[in-house]
């Protein structure tokens, strides 16, 4: 079984910043590419960012130059660093994980969602 929690949601004022941790933890055997999903009231679940294994990037148009994703291999972690944060970032934020359990199958795992809300 493997659980994806994430942590560092919270309220902010706009143009502030957060941090977003998602912490994989049991039986993992690899994790391919990471990423942070979001989904505002009304609107479909949108990719936000992803890193590879290696730490190749991508990011939405979105949030490119406001948004940074990192992660750390060895604690299995996956970071999400947003800065100038607008209201228009308000949502459920989610991590997503490629993983295995054992051999070269790997399933898409996600975290439960922890709520960003941008406001004065």
């Known amino acids: 079984q493997v659980q994806l929690v994430e942590s560092g949601g919270g309220l902010v004022q706009p143009g502030g910043s957060l941090r977003l941790s998602c912490a994989a933890s049991?039986?993992?055997?690899?994790?391919?590419?990471m990423g942070w999903y979001r989904q505002a009231p009304g609107k479909q679940r949108e990719l936000l960012a992803s890193?590879?294994?290696?730490?190749?990037?991508n990011y939405a148009d979105s949030v490119k130059g406001r948004f940074t994703i990192s992660r750390d291999n060895a604690k299995n972690t996956v970071y999400l660093q947003m800065n100038s944060l607008t209201p228009e970032d308000t949502a459920v934020y989610y991590c997503?994980?490629?993983?295995?359990?054992?051999?070269?199958?790997?399933?898409?795992?996600w975290g439960q969602g922890t709520q960003v809300t941008v406001s004065s």
């Open positions: 049991g039986s993992i055997f690899g994790i391919n590419a």
């Open positions: 890193i590879t294994r290696d730490g190749n990037t």
């Open positions: 997503n994980a490629d993983v295995s359990t054992g051999g070269t199958f790997y399933r898409a795992y």
